[in-house]
């Protein structure tokens, strides 16, 4: 008989509530009592409190330079001109993608992060390399951080010769959980090479490979008006005929944020019954996600990072908590209840997404929390307290800032 891995972190808040409590971990998940037997280990919680660790629903981990020496940005002012900076700053990188990546989502896991769905380039720039990198970092974290792979065309696909073909080639790479898209009304609209770009238009093809190979779907969508909700229509209305409901998501989608009332309402309906969810980086008051009203219609809706000190922006931290912390500043969160939301969004929205259990912090529930020093859920959200100890499956995985795998 197998003996039981049971830690014990006595004395902590769940959620900053006023009463201590002993938090029981047997094997990964949260119990109500040790095993008959069992000799466990002891944590000292000290009165902290603890929250649920995080999901990152967004990020490009394979353009990061964390870590590495400044780099110089220049201006840019179109995606085609954003675009070029990724290759220029990969060909200026001179740390292998897989050991910058993995600096970034370990950095990640110490700020509180058990799980990230991670965007990948794929494109005749690069080849596969971003995909091969990130599974290498994928696997040296594996126990501390689930990482979900997206191969991503950010160069586009009918606009590109040749990303088709290295798409497919992705997805039946078997080191993939997504395929993504991009902008199927604009930016990947006119091929930029020959009148006939690269065969299908690209939605048709992104859901013949996610269908052939079991994949999921996650559509970056940044254009606005008809442009942006034409596609996010088409996307439902093909996530239906698919049979794909909960395995596709559009990320950004800059084109809801304008709409309210009866066609927000609208909208939200049709992306709640075709099962097709949603993520936000809370980039700006204007074009962060309305949330609430979405879930309120049954939308699931995820919190990410997107890009972290890469060729776009320096700024970026990987970590969620601020993230959430931002998101509360763009919608001019002030209540309680309205902060708490804000945390509910970056560890349940992006649990719902990946498909992962939600942390309830009550027996049975995953033993993946973070311990910090503060009075209360919407204070820990302003203040950004450190992250002293971050637990995943019942194993302190990071301490006092340091990854300890």
Not at 34 to 39: E, I, R, T
Request: proline share 7%; glycine share 12%; with cysteine.
């Amino acid at each position: 008989m197998t003996t039981p891995s049971v830690t014990v972190f006595r004395d902590v808040r769940p959620y900053g509530a006023d009463r201590a409590v002993d938090l029981i971990a047997v094997d990964g998940l949260l119990a109500e009592r040790v095993p008959d037997g069992a000799a466990p280990e002891v944590v000292e919680g000290g009165g902290r409190i603890a929250l649920p660790t995080l999901v990152d629903a967004h990020i490009h981990p394979d353009k990061t330079a964390w870590g590495e020496p400044w780099y110089s940005r220049r201006p840019a002012g179109s995606l085609p001109e954003y675009v070029q900076g990724d290759v220029d700053l990969h060909r200026h990188q001179r740390t292998p993608l897989a050991d910058r990546a993995h600096r970034l989502l370990s950095h990640a896991v110490t700020r509180g992060t058990r799980a990230v769905r991670a965007h990948v380039d794929v494109a005749p720039a690069y080849g596969l390399a971003g995909v091969t990198g990130l599974a290498e970092a994928r696997e040296r974290l594996a126990g501390a951080l689930d990482v979900q792979l997206v191969a991503f065309p950010q160069h586009g696909v009918r606009r590109t010769p040749g990303a088709g073909a290295l798409l497919a080639e992705a997805a039946a790479s078997g080191l993939v959980d997504a395929i993504g898209g991009i902008d199927p009304a604009g930016f990947d609209a006119v091929p930029a090479e020959g009148p006939d770009g690269e065969g299908p238009a690209q939605l048709e093809l992104l859901f013949g490979l996610a269908e052939q190979h079991g994949l999921r779907l996650d559509i970056h969508l940044h254009d606005r008006g008809e442009r942006g909700l034409g596609p996010l229509r088409e996307i439902a209305a093909r996530t239906r005929a698919a049979g794909l409901a909960g395995r596709v998501v559009v990320s950004h989608a800059f084109c809801v944020p304008e709409l309210a009332g009866a066609p927000l309402a609208d909208l939200a309906a049709e992306l709640a019954e075709s099962g097709v969810g949603l993520t936000t980086v809370a980039p700006s008051a204007h074009q962060v996600l309305p949330f609430r009203e979405l879930r309120a219609h049954g939308v699931r809706v995820g919190l990410g990072s997107d890009g972290v000190r890469d060729s776009w922006s320096p700024y970026g931290n990987a970590d969620l908590l601020h993230r959430a912390h931002l998101l509360g500043w763009t919608t001019d969160a002030r209540t309680d209840e309205q902060l708490a939301d804000c945390f509910a969004l970056a560890a349940d929205g992006g649990a719902e997404l990946l498909d992962l259990p939600t942390v309830t912090l009550e027996p049975g529930s995953p033993a993946d929390f973070m311990l910090v020093t503060g009075e209360c859920l919407p204070q820990v959200v302003i203040d950004l307290p450190a992250r002293e100890l971050v637990v995943r499956a019942g194993r302190v995985v990071a301490r006092d800032g340091r990854f300890t795998g």
